[in-house]
């Protein structure tokens, strides 16, 4: 590995004038040799050690990125298209503010704190957090801390989330409005005080404003895998008290049109289907899926600007976020 030294040794100048270049305090080095450095800095391939320079400014400029979403251990969250645009997007705000971005799945308070034993991050966002020994642990950090979609609030935290309640609302009511009333509920895991449960308690909402009953036997609650959401797909096909289905993530409706297809039902003249969060994949379905939509990149960046203005002590008189959603009308649903 290259060193300071043999850039030193190779331009004929001390570590001291390298290093000074280097970090940019080349004020009394002549252009020439600032540019005879740099250019062999270039040709022997010199990479800086960033955690020898963040003990000397007690900053790493690495941000942690904590997924506490453990539903499925045999995934990956970057397997979900919306977490891809949005931790896309994290990074590259990141990037463009001087910033690294690491990403790692904790389980576990005690993970979480090996991790911070390990590494000296800056800052931390996280998401799937809720009120628990987690969150205790989180709130006991003296880093800054951005919550991602959450439910639980901390004085010395920021919080970027969304209109999760009007989202499922929103999806039910237009399902309702186009003459549905046996509507299924798709999801993960509902926890309560979580995303999936407002979106749950928007769809409820929507129900009980229609006069239509509730049925707990429509709600159905799995993995978001290829295979666990085609398979609900072909289950649904079976029964013939369904005709619509409001799935709560665009990766789970797609999962759930491809059953219904392979079990021989047309989306949308047999069962009408509508998703959420209006990532590509919307349109790449066939039919187009009829999605709510949310802005992931925009969720990023915002995420992004309150973590810098906590490590630039600016002031944020205003915690929380919470982005609003509208519907994309598309060809998956069907009036009755």
Same mark, same amino acid.
């Given at each position: 590995m290259t060193t300071i030294k043999d850039i030193a040794q190779a331009v004929g100048v001390s570590c001291t004038t390298v290093s000074n270049v280097i970090h940019g305090r080349a004020g009394r080095v002549s252009a020439e040799t600032i540019a005879h450095i740099n250019e062999t800095i270039e040709k022997l391939g010199y990479v800086p050690n960033m955690s020898a320079r963040s003990l000397v400014s007690s900053s790493s400029k690495v941000i942690g990125m904590i997924s506490?979403?453990?539903?499925?251990?045999?995934?990956?969250?970057?397997?979900?298209? %919306?977490?891809?645009?949005?931790?896309?997007?994290?990074?590259?705000?990141?990037? !463009?503010?001087?910033?690294? #971005?690491? +990403?790692?799945?904790?389980?576990?308070?005690?993970?979480? +704190?090996t991790f911070l034993r390990n590494w000296n991050v800056d800052g931390l966002f996280c998401t799937g957090v809720f009120q628990d020994e987690f969150f205790d642990a989180l709130a006991g950090l003296s880093?800054?801390?951005? #919550?991602?979609?959450?439910?639980?609030?901390?004085?010395?935290?920021?919080?970027?989330?969304?209109?999760?309640?009007?989202?499922?609302?929103?999806a039910t009511r237009y399902l309702i409005d186009k003459g549905h009333k046996e509507i299924a509920f798709a999801s993960p895991?509902?926890?309560?005080?979580?995303?999936?449960?407002?979106?749950?308690?928007?769809y409820q909402k929507a129900l009980t404003?229609?006069?239509?009953? %509730?049925?707990? !036997?429509?709600?159905f609650e799995q993995e978001l895998d290829v295979?666990?959401?085609?398979?609900l797909g072909m289950n649904l096909a079976k029964r013939n008290d369904i005709t619509a289905v409001f799935a709560t993530a665009d990766i789970l409706a797609a999962g759930i049109m491809s059953g219904l297809?392979?079990?021989?039902?047309?989306?949308?003249? /047999?069962?009408?289907?509508?998703? %959420?969060?209006?990532?590509? #994949?919307?349109?790449l379905t066939s039919p187009r899926l009829t999605t709510i939509h949310q802005d992931a990149p925009l969720k990023g960046k915002l995420a992004v600007y309150f973590l810098i /203005?906590? +490590? !630039?002590?600016?002031?944020?008189?205003?915690?929380?976020?919470? +982005?609003?959603?509208?519907?994309?009308?598309?060809?998956s649903v069907k009036a009755r």
């Open positions: 506490h979403l453990t539903q499925n251990k045999n995934e990956s969250i970057v397997e979900d298209p %919306f977490h891809s645009a949005f931790i896309g997007s994290i990074e590259k705000t990141l990037r !463009e503010n001087g910033y690294y #971005l690491m +990403l790692r799945t904790v389980e576990t308070t005690a993970d979480l +704190l880093i800054p801390i951005v #919550l991602i979609d959450s439910y639980v609030t901390h004085p010395n935290m920021c919080n970027v989330g969304l209109e999760d309640y009007n989202g499922g609302y929103t895991t509902i926890k309560k005080r979580g995303v999936v449960y407002e979106r749950f308690l928007g404003e229609a006069a239509i009953p %509730f049925r707990p !036997e429509l709600v295979n666990t959401t085609v398979a297809n392979q079990a021989g039902k047309r989306v949308p003249e /047999d069962i009408s289907v509508i998703g %959420f969060d209006d990532i590509n #994949l919307c349109h /203005d906590q +490590l !630039e002590n600016k002031p944020i008189p205003n915690r929380e976020v919470i +982005l609003p959603i509208h519907l994309v009308e598309r060809n």
